[in-house]
């Protein structure tokens, strides 16, 4: 008597994570080193595309769902591909296969098949419990946190208050001369030698720049406009008549 196919559904997902269970009988992978010794999302998508995988059993939303045959047919696929078979002489000789056929060239019986589905669906089934478990437990908090009066804000700001606050211009003003008549103006401390030094080379470029202001000619006192020196008349532009139209 033909035992009824399993009733229960896998996710794809989980289908991937079933096939080691019914290959574990007398498989030692695929020699091709272009073909996947165990499939993946995407490869069993690529089975059914080609039709040598059926088509879903059903569909929940978005997601579809695959049966013990699915499985069969997958785990079969494999096996057939490390005997040397191509996808095309597959696809020729595996439609039209009963369950229990499939199963046997896997070396297992349809029970067996069945119970490597149940144990998926009991972890599926565990799995949601725990988090809707997790979901249901009391908050930790000893009170209500909507009810928990905030720590009193004037506590930092005394705190802050204590603390001395040092301010720029408390510090002692400080001086040193960079050349040309330049003098630089800080609060701080006094700078050490090594300090003064750099201080000195940072500020030569302001040096040249003011030394060359102060001792270039102003604009009005170039050649051209000197006091008493005569300007060209310019002389307002004269445009033609317009003709009349």
Do not use: C
Request: positive net charge; without cysteine.
């Amino acid at each position: 008597m033909a035992t009824p196919p399993s009733t229960a559904v896998l996710t794809l997902p989980e289908v991937v994570g079933s096939i080691p269970a019914l290959l574990s009988r007398d498989y030692d992978g695929v020699r091709n080193g272009r073909v996947r010794d165990l499939p993946d999302v995407r490869t069993i998508r690529w089975y059914q595309s080609l039709g040598v995988l059926d088509r879903p059993t059903e569909f929940r939303g978005r997601a579809a769902l695959y049966g013990r045959r699915h499985l069969l047919q997958i785990a079969v696929i494999k096996k057939l591909q490390a005997s040397g078979l191509s996808l095309e002489e597959i696809q020729g000789g595996l439609p039209g296969r009963s369950d229990a056929e499939l199963a046997r060239a896997l070396g297992m019986k349809l029970g067996e098949v069945d119970a490597v589905i149940a144990a998926r669906v009991a972890d599926r089934t565990a799995a949601a419990a725990s988090g809707l478990e997790a979901a249901l437990q009391p908050s930790r908090r000893d009170s209500a946190f909507w009810k928990t009066r905030p720590a009193a804000a004037s506590a930092p700001a005394a705190a802050s208050a204590a603390a001395p606050v040092t301010t720029t211009a408390s510090l002692p003003l400080q001086s040193k001369a960079v050349g040309g008549n330049v003098v630089i103006l800080w609060n701080g401390r006094p700078l050490e030698a090594s300090e003064q030094a750099t201080l000195a080379e940072l500020s030569a470029p302001l040096v040249a720049f003011l030394l060359s202001t102060s001792t270039s000619t102003p604009p009005a006192e170039r050649v051209g406009s000197a006091a008493g020196e005569s300007q060209p008349e310019v002389k307002p532009a004269r445009f033609p008549k317009e003709p009349h139209r």
